[in-house]
């Protein structure tokens, strides 16, 4: 089985930046897309931000500009740096990736970390 596991989550004044962290841990051949979805109480989750392996990135146009992904392929981790937080980022953050095990690709999630931005 993959494992995604979330960190950095918490609570953050507007304006104020925070920076997540999802390691994949198990057994794998490789990871292709990996990426970040959030949801918001009473709605549907959505996406933020998705990277490929070869590092091309696409954002959803409310967070253009002020978040950033990136990842590492060494330690198959990925990372996701908000800037300029607003209140209507506060959300429960998942990770996702797409990985090849054996041949097949399964689409993975995590847990999922708090993120609340609040005076």
């Known amino acids: 089985q993959v494992q995604l596991v979330e960190s950095g989550g918490g609570l953050v004044q507007p304006g104020g930046s925070l920076r997540l962290s999802c390691a994949a841990s198990g057994s794998f051949f490789s990871i292709n897309t990996m990426g970040w979805y959030r949801q918001a109480p009473g709605k549907l989750r959505e996406l933020v931000a998705t990277?490929?392996?070869?590092?091309?990135?696409n954002y959803a146009d409310s967070v253009k500009g002020r978040f950033t992904i990136s990842r590492d392929n060494a330690k198959n981790t990925q990372y996701l740096e908000m800037n300029s937080l607003k209140p209507e980022d506060t959300a429960v953050y998942y990770c996702?990736?797409?990985?090849?095990?054996?041949?097949?690709?399964?689409?993975?999630w995590g847990q999922g970390t708090q993120v609340t931005v609040s005076s």
């Open positions: 996702n990736a797409v990985v090849v095990v054996a041949g097949p690709m399964y689409d993975y």
């Open positions: 990277i490929t392996r070869s590092g091309s990135t």
